[in-house]
T-cell receptor, first 111, second 114 residues
Framework: QKEVEQDPGPLSVPEGAIVSLNCTYS??????FMWYRQYSRKGPELLMY????GNKEDGRFTAQVDKSSKYISLFIRDSQPSDSATYLC???????????FGTGTRLTVIP | NAGVMQNPRHLVRRRGQEARLRCSPM?????VYWYRQLPEEGLKFMVY????????ESGMPKERFSAEFPKEGPSILRIQQVVRGDSAAYFC????????????FGPGTRLTVL
């Protein structure tokens, strides 16, 4: 079983839609949760960084962590064509150096 | 305010040659991480270094791969005697300090082994 599971998609939505991206994980020791956005042939760009359970909002983006279910989500409101990219979830334990990544979900927002 | 720099962006090597990938961390960052992204797979941690020290190399293949982060200059990931299976995107990330800090990624080096 992989440490982090993420549906690879692809996911296509019309402009303005609400997008929901999700990851599940198996290691209950994970405490830090991140979402990265990766455009084609580019490096991952950090979008959201959260600790433990709860919600975090930043503009059109909301990250949710449910540690009891080992489930994290990223919501994108009013999606734009410029949001078209691959979204990677990542997580790690407290005091650990390395991040564990999902495989990424490819999102296309259609104008 | 330059971000993480990696070069070259693309590297082509024939089987058996050596590949050297370079990473300059963000200004003020002294912690460097290397990850490998194989096609259709997520990024996989390889190694974590501070200046002149390898802190965690638990993700590094036991043979042919090595990494360094000298006192002066960029961090280098070195792959000796490359094989086709080494073809991947190699990403470097840096952080201000160690664990529990945000990691910021470079644009990656895409290695193709012919």
């Amino acid at each position: 079983q992989k440490e982090v599971e993420q549906d690879p998609g692809p996911l296509s939505v019309p402009e303005g839609a609400i997008v929901s991206l999700n990851c599940t994980y198996s290691n209950s020791a994970f405490q830090y949760f991140m979402w990265y956005r990766q455009y084609s042939r580019k490096g991952p760009e950090l979008l959201m960084y959260t600790y433990s359970s709860g919600n975090k909002e930043d503009g059109r983006f909301t990250a949710q962590v449910d540690k009891s279910s080992k489930y994290i989500s990223l919501f994108i409101r009013d999606s734009q064509p410029s949001d078209s990219a691959t979204y990677l979830c990542a997580m790690r334990q407290t005091g650990a150096n390395n991040l564990f990544f999902g495989t990424g979900t490819r999102l296309t927002v259609i104008p | 305010n330059a971000g993480v720099m990696q070069n070259p962006r693309h590297l082509v090597r024939r089987r058996g040659q050596e590949a050297r990938l370079r990473c300059s961390p963000m200004k003020g960052h002294s912690h460097v991480y290397w990850y490998r992204q194989l096609p259709e797979e997520g990024l996989k941690f390889m190694v974590y270094l501070q200046k002149e020290n390898i802190i965690d190399e638990s993700g590094m293949p036991k043979e042919r791969f090595s990494a360094e982060f000298p006192k002066e200059g960029p961090s280098i990931l070195r792959i000796q005697q490359v094989v086709r299976g080494d073809s991947a995107a190699y990403f470097c990330a840096s952080s201000l300090s160690g664990a529990d800090n945000e990691q910021f990624f470079g644009p990656g080096t895409r290695l193709t082994v012919l």
